[in-house]
Nanobody, 128 residues
């Protein structure tokens, strides 16, 4: 089992920045990939970014590429999401996710059903 705890959410004005953190504990040695998803009210949970834990390869939703950066600190078992130039449309609950399954297709990083562990979420609100 892997436990995930997100932090760093909050209220920010449009154009501002936030950095989310997700600390993993438990069987972290088996982590293959970690990702960030978000869910706005009335909408489905959508992919934001992901990272391969050992190689560091990163994957982004096209609409977030360039504004968001995912990174990890292996020693701290923590993944980060740096969000810049935030827009009101970025308002959502942001969830951290992890999996120990090996991905044989790049498309797996983008799919909710390919992640086994989820955090409780952290609220990000961007005011206009």
């Amino acid at each position: 089992q892997v436990q995930l705890v997100e932090s760093g959410g909050g209220l920010v004005q449009a154009g501002g920045s936030l950095r989310l953190s997700c600390a993993a504990s438990g069987r972290t040695f088996s982590t293959y990939a970690m990702g960030w998803f978000r869910q706005a009210p009335g909408l489905e949970r959508e992919f934001v970014a992901a990272i391969n834990w050992s190689r560091g390869n990163t994957y982004y939703a096209d609409s977030r590429r360039g504004r968001f950066t995912i990174s990890r600190d292996n020693a701290k078992n923590t993944v980060y999401l740096q969000m810049n130039s935030l827009k009101p449309d970025d308002t959502a609950v942001y969830y951290c996710a992890a999996t120990g399954r090996t991905y044989y297709s790049t498309s797996s990083y983008y799919r909710r059903d390919r992640y086994d562990y989820w955090g409780q979420g952290t609220q990000v609100t961007v005011s206009s």
